[in-house]
């Protein structure tokens, strides 16, 4: 089944302690990326990738990291998290860059 | 403000009825996109409309594009309940590289 996966699905940790959230497609997508959703703030983009070894930052970069090393993974990493990071978060990709996203089933992560 | 704002932020109607959104967006676009999520899940993708394009279906769902006036609207007809969901338009910005949601239309289907 064509999907993208997410792991954890919820995540409560604590301030400073780093994490890594995994995303994987078996579409053989090129375009990834990661969104946070907050409410009344919508849906907003942090990082995406046009393809391997390729990232660039979206509207919210501050405090995440992502790498590219192989085409179906696109962890995202928060080195020191803070509550302010507490979000839902959305990995999505995508046969090329402009074409329709398909989103994993997201990330709920709680920083106290 | 966002590059995809809708309209309304909320909207609540009964079974049967017709639902109408508006997008409004700022730059050019190459294509706008509509998605679907139901409470705190992932998105769905419900329909892509291209820049050249100005009506397109799918079942129950007509996505309209405007490019002079900047906006598009998404029209659900006869509704369902399991229609309730909440809604947002995105478009492509920073060159075509970034999606951008709207902060999205809140539906309420009633029985």
């Known amino acids: 089944e064509a999907q993208v996966t997410q792991n954890p699905r919820y995540l409560i940790t604590v301030t400073g302690k780093k994490l890594t959230v995994t995303c994987s497609q078996n579409?053989?997508?090129?375009?990834m990326s990661w969104y946070r959703q907050d409410p009344g703030l919508g849906l907003r983009q942090i990082y995406y990738s046009m393809n391997v070894e390729v990232t660039d930052k979206g509207d919210v970069p501050e405090g995440y990291k992502v790498s590219r090393k192989e085409k179906r993974n696109f962890p995202l990493i928060l080195e020191s998290p803070s509550p302010n990071q507490t979000s839902l978060y959305f990995c999505a990709s995508s046969l090329q860059r402009t074409d329709t996203q398909y989103f994993g089933p997201g990330t709920r992560l709680t920083v106290l | 403000s966002q590059q995809g704002e809708e309209d309304p932020q909320a909207l609540s109607i009964q079974e049967g009825e017709n639902a109408t959104m508006n997008c409004s967006y700022k730059t050019s676009i190459n294509n706008l996109q509509w998605y679907r999520q139901n409470s705190g899940r992932g998105l769905v993708h419900l329909i892509l409309i291209r820049s050249n394009e100005r009506e397109k279906h799918s079942g129950r769902l007509r996505v309209t594009l405007d490019t002079s006036k900047k906006s598009s609207s998404l029209l659900i007809t006869a509704s369902r309940a399991a229609d309730t969901a909440s809604y947002f338009c995105?478009?492509?910005?920073?060159?075509?590289?970034?999606?951008?949601f709207g902060t999205g239309t809140q539906l309420k289907v009633e029985l």
């Open positions: 579409m053989n997508h090129e375009y």
């Open positions: 995105a478009t492509f910005t920073g060159g075509g590289n970034k999606l951008t």
